[in-house]
């Protein structure tokens, strides 16, 4: 699924910013947010060939998956994302009174549990988003490159072909892309290639929070890029906060 002809990461750095007029303050609330680290040793289950495979197809359920262990946290290393000189303070956001607030709810709304099937509890924004999930038979979510590309290294992913290249010649792309994951079908899926799961995760927290379930406008690298996200409305967490029900970067297919 590689893009030929385009330089890697190391060498190529894109710049996200507002478009003019909205998002000022969701962009200020995003630095924070840059410099979350979610662990990418969290679990991401993904249907299996020897775990009642026939079965799903032929009734669209799936087997009973452990409960997922998620490591959320802000990030002590030397790897992780520079955080901006300015502190954060209550001024810059008017939806928080404190970080640690902030922090709270992205906990909430990315992986807060709720029920997308006949299971309790049996999805989060987070699982659906950056892992993906088979629900009546069709693959849902899947918006993760680096998910990706593990499943096709383990035969699990058949890549048929992208209906979509975006604009940029350097990374992050974008494609819109059709596939088969164990056994199950993605008419579309459209995917960021080439960035870290750090900035996927800061673009759609920041697009949720300051436009939730609407298309988010921005520019990427000089091209304009545009972001959906959804909110889950059929259960809710803290006063009526909704959690994330999906957030993905459009292609012109979509």
């Not at 009973?64 to 946290?73: A, I, L, Q, V, Y």
Request: proline share 5%; with cysteine; aromatic share 12%.
């Amino acid at each position: 699924m590689a893009a030929a002809g385009k330089p890697s990461t190391s060498t190529t750095r894109a710049t996200v910013m507002p478009a003019a007029g909205s998002l000022e303050t969701a962009a200020r609330i995003s630095r924070a947010c840059v410099a979350m680290r979610v662990s990418r040793t969290a679990a991401m289950p993904s249907p299996r060939r020897s775990c009642g495979a026939s079965l799903r197809r032929s009734t669209g359920q799936t087997p009973t998956k452990p409960r997922r262990k998620t490591s959320f946290s802000i990030a002590k290393t030397a790897s992780r994302p520079r955080r901006p000189e300015t502190k954060w303070t209550a001024a810059q956001s008017h939806r928080y009174s404190s970080e640690q607030e902030f922090v709270d709810d992205l906990k909430n709304m990315w992986f807060g549990l709720y029920s997308r099937g006949s299971e309790e509890g049996d999805s989060s924004g987070f699982e659906h988003v950056f892992s993906g999930e088979v629900k009546k038979g069709k693959v849902t979510g899947f918006h993760n490159w680096i998910r990706f590309y593990m499943q096709e290294k383990e035969g699990l992913v058949d890549y048929y072909s992208h209906i979509y290249d975006g604009p940029w010649d350097s990374y992050p792309d974008v494609l819109a892309m059709q596939f088969n994951w164990d056994g199950y079908y993605k008419e579309v899926g459209s995917a960021f290639i080439g960035s870290s799961p750090e900035f996927e995760f800061a673009l759609y927290s920041l697009c949720f929070i300051a436009r939730p379930g609407r298309v988010c406008s921005l520019s990427l690298g000089g091209h304009p890029l545009a972001i959906q996200t959804y909110t889950w409305d059929k259960s809710t967490y803290g006063n009526g906060k909704k959690y994330i029900a999906t957030a993905y970067v459009v292609s012109s297919t979509q």
